[in-house]
Structure formats: structure tokens, C-alpha cells
């Protein structure tokens, strides 16, 4: 028995290992609070849904034209006979139609390791031969990544610096959390960490700090906390805030000299919150008849914070819907007009509790990814405007200021995520990835993404390969042992992209003539490097790897947003027209032909317990991220089951829209709109706002016509963009129906491999067509 190190989006651990197999996981000994989602390894690396070998859909051997993925076998096969067709499929779509023509931004989180990072590598593979069309943006925050920076100047108000929690332990009064902070965000971390803080940042809170959880549900602050809640209905939040902003303006409580000095266009907004612009006053009245919250509340709130150090929080969530810009704005305006940007403790931030930011100390821990190159082509699109560039090529669509034409895309290539976990109307998607010519997919299990592909790589976990993770906000840099052999013929993604390079003559390119282990090495030098120009003298290659890890000391400064900025406003000018902050963008305006009048503002969401179509479908679903996984990662395994009930997810429903329904605690119930149906089993809370459900994302897709025989709420969710500003994903914005299920539940045919055939019954004609 061995004791190695490895770490995975989950966090550090140690695994014992025996006779080539993964017996036990260990916590991290320096961890305060380590995810127990590292605990399905052991299962999970030997699962019998790993993909074996490389394989091809048989339907597209034969030239089916795409009609038959997700549904069709595949044939096991040799990896030259896999690699060969790859790179020949490759080689005739840039040849015949262009390098735009391959659409390859492989959006998702594959692993931890910072050297085997699947994104990198493909995007680092594609430009070697010429380019191909990306991805820009991402599911999690993509309306914010586009819009912040025409108002605040960055986007690192989304949770990559953020006031940390030891200035608001040590100065701030209340914080106003817009949907609360979430207790099962904090466990994951692109890169892997070594130090779960959320511990840690709850525990700063409770040292005087008033925490108002204002979401539709209760326990998006953990119970085990004092809070106050404020019920609110979903997409509302910006409607609450202008509101709050109009008790100060009209109490005379703005502070007048910091929006004069540090802010642009406060005038312009203050005019639209009086109702001087559209004969509408955004009062506590009006705003109570959009968020069912009551006036009194509103007003009473707004005025509570006056002489107080407030913290406007936002989650993520909040962007992810229609005009899901429009809240981030509006917080930012709120913190303005109180006048504390900059000040220890006080201003807003975006994003405590995800991806575990904590308000940790600026470690700014220096790590290394292989660089992706120069993208000839200049291609790209947002992440979630995926679909309607398969299905509408030519088509055009606003996003930034730009017009962008939609590329003909004849080849797709995924690796290291999964686009039926993340995206919306996943029928949608299905018919949007039968357009292509092919699919090709490097992948570790059989996921919706790679039953819908034709070409399937076998590629291995973090555990079967050596790295380095780590994280910018995380102290520890780690050494990711190789803990077991490949499962099957699985390879690395960086193998199998150096093999297509081989044959599609760019393998110097792309290797730059190093091994995996040899650009290991080149990492160690670099981050050693970056540490030594900070004063830290780092261990050789070989002692950070017997040890395990390194820690970086804690900064001696507690990080504040904007701090430089309020200290000296012109030496440290923001990146925006003014150099302030824009409570009004004469931008936003022409980049959306005037459809948003360039200040926070309340915009239909459309789909809301407000709209006509409430009459129809009633329910507001809400759609958060799982507790029991990451994204739709590990769903197989006995700690994501754990979650589930009858093999469905849970959807929590207030107890009385249950009641009228006929819907009791346990039922298996079926939510549906016009664009698809899933099944769940119902909980039953009255901690939440009624009309509302939540139905956590990441249950593997398993289509049978329009509905899922699983509980993937995307088959429910719209694929429409944010605005024309942000173009992200508006997943939050959905209405559906509950009714209780009659009938036997479906089997879910996701919980074994598709049929997987041996190459000897390939014929003859077909193992040399395609070749």
C-alpha cells in the first residue's frame, strides 16, 4: 500500500493505493473543510461507464448525416483507425470549407491539473493547424464578463478579487446578500485547492456583521447562520434595488460627493428612479407589485441603511437570466449612492460562496497552462449562443457592440466538457449537433455529449497522469501524482492531440518538441521563477514532488475593491469613457440600438411569475447547481445518488402550490413547459417563496422524444441570450407546470454504455470508407 497526492476540482486529498487501485481517499491534512465529493474516486476510476477504447457511431460509418446520434451504437476500434479518421475529417473540413468551419472552444471543467488542461490543449491544437472557430465567455457568469467592464472597468469584481473576509469581519455592518450564499458553491475550484474557507468566511460574518439574505429560498443562507430573509421573487432583484435607491435619493441620504468625484451619469439615473424620464416613480409601492415584496419591507430596509457600512452582494445566478446584466448594475449603483466603493468592509461584489470565493486574501499564486497560440481566423462566439450558430449558419446576432456573423460549421470537436449538462433547451441543442458533418469527442465516460458524438477518444482522469494544480485565490500549489495506470486504453488528451498534430504535419507546433513530462518541468521552472520575483524560494521539481505541496504566505494587506481607486481617482482611472464609474454608459446604449436605455433599469424578464405566460405555466423554475456533484460530473456514482430518490433528482416545491396539485412530500412528480418535460421527486419546503420550484442541474440527459426520462431541467430551460450586451446564458428565466406522474418510471438507459461492438463485425466497405 502507497500514499499518494492528487487533487481534483473538489479539492486536495491522499489516496491509499493498492495493487494499482485507488482502496481509499484522505482528507487533505490542511484543509479546514474538505469536500466530501472526493470520496467517489475509488468507484469512479474503475466505472463501468469509462469509455474503453476509441470508438465511431456506426450511423455516421454508414453516412447517416448526423440523424442517429445519441441513439446509435458504436464500434470499438483500433487508435491509428481512430486517429486516422479524425484527422482526416479534420483535414477535408479546413481544406474544403475553411478553418472557421471547425468549432472546437471545448467549453467545460475536464480537470484540475493546470498542465492537462483540456481547453487549453485543444484551443493550443487547432491554432497550430490554422485556427478554427472558439468560444468566448461562460455559462457561469457570461452576461457579467462582457457588461462589467463597460461600467466598472474589469471584470474581477466576479469573484476573482474580492473584498476580503477579514475587512468585513473588522468593518462591515450589513450585508446585503442577493441570493444569499449558497452552501454547496464553495466545495469546487477549477484549478483544485488545498483550503475550503467557507468556514471561515461565515465565521468573520458572525462577529457583527448582519447578514439579509433577500432569494426565494431561505436556505440559500445555511441555517446554521443568523440572517434575516427576505422572500423575493425570482428576476426581480433589480426592481427591489431601484426602489431602495429611490427611499435614499428622496430622504436626501445619497452621497452626493462620491457620486460627483468617483461615478458618471448619476444624474441621468437619479432623473429614471423619480419617474422624470418614463412618468414612473420606482417607489416602494411600485416595486412591490413586481417582487411580491411588501412596500413597508422596501422602505424599511432602504432606510436601515442609512449611516451603516453596507456590502451589496450579488450571486451569480442572478446574471443568468433575461437582462441578467441589470441586477449587477443596479448593485453597483446602490453601492454608490451609499457612497462606500473602496472603503474596508463596504461597495458590492459579485459571486461569495462560488467556486470558493470566500473573500480570500489576495494570494495571486502563480501557476502555468501551456499557451493556446494566435487564432488566425478570428473567430468566435459566447458559449451559449452554441446552438443557434449549428442551426442558423450565416445568421447574424448583436453581442458587445458587434454584429457577428454566425460561421457554417462542419466539424465539432469537445473536449473536456459537456454541453448537454450546461446549455438550455437541450431538444434544441440535440437537433442543433446532428447539423454537422462530424463530431469528435476525447472524453472519460459515456456522457450525453459523447453518446451524441462520432468519433469517441478514450481520455484519462486526473488520477492516471501527472500535473500541478492550484488556483490564483488558493495558497497551495499541488503535485497531482499519477495514482493508477490508464483505465483500458484511455489516453491523455495531450497524447492524443500530439498524435492528430503528427498527422496533420503541425506536431512541432504543438509539442514544441517537449513530452508531457518534459512541459512539466518547463511549469516548475516557470512558477518557481514567478515565486523568486516575490522573494519565495521554491523547492526543485523533485522535493515538491515527494512532499506534495507548497503554501504561499498570506498576504499582509486584507484586500478591499477599489481601494486605489477611491485613494486617488485619477492616478488610478478605471477602464471605462470616464474613468468612473458608469451609472450611465452612452455604450450600452449604442451597443444595444437603444434597446437598454443605459442605466440600471427594469426590463421584463419574460418568463416570470409576472408575465402572462404565469397563466399557463405557473411554477418559476429555478435551476441552481448540485450539491452532491459538480456540474453533471460523477452523476453515476453512490455519493450522487445519495441526492437522488428513485434514481431522479429532487424538486423542492412550496408545500401549499404542492397541496393544490394534489402533490405529496415523496411523489414523483413530471415539469414540463412547451419545450420539454422531465421527471423529479418532490420536496416539500415552506421556507420558500411560493411559485417557485428548484430543480439542481447536472443529471445526465436521457431523451425520449421531447421529454427526459431523467431530471435534466435544461430540456425546460429558454436558449435565449442575456441581452444583446452580455449574450449569456438566461437559464433563471423559466416557467413551468408540476403534476403529479402516473405511470411506471422510465428506465434510464444512461446508467450502462450504449452498445459497443466489436471492430470484427465492421465490413469491410465500411472500415475503409471513411479511413
Request: proline content about 5%.
Amino acid at each position: 500500500m502507497t500514499i499518494q497526492r492528487s487533487a481534483s476540482h473538489w479539492g486536495a486529498f491522499r489516496a491509499e493505493v493498492v495493487d494499482g487501485r485507488i482502496k481509499t481517499v484522505l482528507p487533505f491534512e490542511h484543509d479546514p473543510r474538505p469536500s466530501p465529493l472526493n470520496s467517489v474516486w475509488p468507484e469512479m476510476v474503475n466505472s463501468p461507464l469509462r469509455v474503453a477504447a476509441p470508438a465511431v457511431r456506426s450511423g455516421w460509418l454508414e453516412g447517416d448525416g448526423g440523424s442517429g446520434r445519441g441513439e446509435d451504437d458504436f464500434f470499438e476500434v483500433t487508435w491509428d483507425y481512430a486517429l486516422d479518421l479524425a484527422a482526416g475529417e479534420i483535414g477535408r473540413v479546413r481544406e474544403t470549407f475553411g478553418n472557421k468551419a471547425l468549432f472546437a472552444g471545448s467549453y467545460g471543467w475536464s480537470s484540475a491539473g493546470r498542465l492537462h488542461h483540456a481547453r487549453t490543449l485543444v484551443r493550443r491544437f487547432f491554432n497550430s493547424i490554422g485556427g478554427f472557430t472558439d468560444q468566448m465567455t461562460n455559462y457561469s457568469y457570461g452576461a457579467a464578463m462582457t457588461f462589467l467592464p463597460r461600467v466598472v472597468g474589469t471584470q474581477s469584481a466576479i469573484g476573482s478579487h474580492l473584498t476580503s473576509a477579514r475587512s468585513i469581519r473588522d468593518h462591515c455592518d450589513v450585508m446585503l446578500a442577493f441570493g444569499g450564499i449558497p452552501t454547496k458553491n464553495w466545495e469546487v475550484q477549477a484549478g483544485g485547492s488545498g483550503e475550503h474557507r467557507y468556514d471561515l468566511f461565515m465565521a468573520a460574518l458572525s462577529h457583527g456583521t448582519q447578514l439579509i439574505n433577500i432569494s426565494p429560498l431561505k436556505a440559500d443562507v445555511g441555517d446554521d447562520h443568523a440572517n434575516r430573509w427576505i422572500p423575493i421573487r425570482p428576476n426581480t432583484d433589480t426592481a427591489l434595488m431601484l426602489a431602495m435607491m429611490r427611499v435614499l435619493d428622496r430622504e436626501g441620504e445619497v452621497d452626493r460627493a462620491f457620486l460627483e468625484r468617483y461615478c458618471a451619469g448619476a444624474d441621468i439615473l437619479c432623473d429614471y428612479l423619480a419617474g422624470k424620464t418614463d412618468g414612473v416613480e420606482k417607489t416602494p409601492q411600485w416595486a412591490s407589485s413586481i417582487t411580491a415584496v411588501s412596500a413597508e419591507t422596501i422602505e424599511a430596509l432602504a432606510l436601515s441603511l442609512i449611516g451603516k457600512r453596507v456590502l451589496v452582494t450579488a450571486n451569480w445566478s442572478l446574471q443568468r437570466a433575461r437582462h441578467g446584466e441589470q441586477p449587477y448594475w443596479a448593485a453597483i449603483a446602490l453601492a454608490a449612492m451609499l457612497g462606500q466603493i473602496g472603503l474596508p468592509g463596504g461597495g458590492f461584489a459579485f459571486g461569495y460562496g462560488s467556486s470558493n470565493g470566500m473573500g480570500n486574501p489576495r494570494f495571486d499564486t502563480p501557476l502555468y497552462s501551456l499557451h493556446v497560440g494566435d487564432n488566425p481566423t478570428g473567430s468566435a462566439i459566447p458559449v451559449a449562443r452554441v446552438a443557434d450558430m449549428l442551426l442558423t449558419p450565416g445568421g447574424t446576432f448583436q453581442y458587445d457592440g458587434r454584429v457577428i456573423t454566425y460561421p457554417d460549421i462542419h466539424l465539432v470537436y469537445w473536449a473536456g466538457g459537456n454541453p448537454f449538462h450546461h446549455h438550455q433547451d437541450l431538444n434544441r441543442l440535440r437537433e442543433a449537433f446532428r447539423r454537422p458533418d462530424t463530431v469528435i469527442v476525447n472524453e472519460c465516460y459515456w456522457t450525453a455529449t459523447a453518446r451524441h458524438a462520432d468519433i469517441v477518444f478514450p481520455a484519462t482522469t486526473a488520477l492516471e497522469r501527472d500535473d500541478i494544480g492550484g488556483a490564483s485565490r488558493d495558497p497551495f500549489i499541488l503535485a497531482m501524482h499519477k495514482l493508477v495506470e490508464p483505465v483500458g486504453q484511455a489516453r491523455n488528451d495531450y497524447q492524443i492531440f500530439a498524435a492528430l498534430a503528427e498527422r496533420l504535419g503541425a506536431h512541432r507546433a504543438f509539442t514544441e518538441g517537449r513530452s508531457a513530462e518534459q512541459w512539466l518541468e518547463k511549469a516548475w521552472l516557470e512558477i518557481s521563477a514567478r515565486l523568486a520575483a516575490r522573494g519565495i524560494v521554491a523547492p526543485q521539481l523533485e522535493q515538491f514532488w515527494e512532499h506534495g505541496y507548497i503554501r504561499i504566505p498570506d498576504p499582509d494587506d486584507d484586500y478591499v475593491m477599489f481601494a486605489d481607486f477611491r485613494a486617488d481617482p485619477e492616478k488610478h482611472r478605471l477602464n471605462t469613457p470616464s474613468g468612473k464609474i458608469e451609472l450611465f454608459s452612452q455604450q450600452v446604449v449604442d451597443f444595444t440600438n437603444g434597446a437598454q436605455p443605459g442605466h440600471p433599469v427594469w426590463l421584463d424578464p419574460e418568463e416570470w411569475l409576472g408575465a402572462t405566460a404565469a397563466d399557463v405555466h405557473p411554477i418559476h423554475l429555478l435551476t441552481p447547481q448540485p450539491k452532491h456533484r459538480l456540474h453533471g460530473q460523477m452523476d453515476w456514482s453512490a455519493h450522487s445518488r445519495a441526492g437522488k430518490r428513485h434514481g431522479r433528482e429532487i424538486v423542492k416545491m412550496h408545500r401549499d402550490d404542492a397541496r393544490a396539485r394534489g402533490i405529496g412530500d415523496g411523489d414523483i412528480v413530471r415539469l414540463f413547459n412547451d419545450r420539454g418535460a422531465c421527471l423529479a421527486v418532490a420536496e416539500l419546503e415552506t421556507a420558500m417563496m411560493r411559485g417557485v420550484a428548484l430543480l439542481a442541474t447536472g443529471a445526465t440527459y436521457d431523451p425520449e422524444g421531447k421529454a427526459d426520462r431523467n431530471s435534466n431541467p435544461n430540456v425546460l430551460t429558454r436558449d435565449i441570450g442575456s441581452s444583446e450586451l452580455g449574450q449569456g446564458c438566461a437559464a433563471q428565466s423559466c416557467l413551468v407546470e408540476i403534476e403529479r406522474f402516473r405511470g411506471s418510471l422510465p428506465e434510464l438507459r444512461i446508467e450502462r454504455p450504449p452498445t459497443i461492438r466489436s471492430s470484427e463485425h465492421l465490413r469491410d466497405e465500411l472500415w475503409g470508407a471513411r479511413a
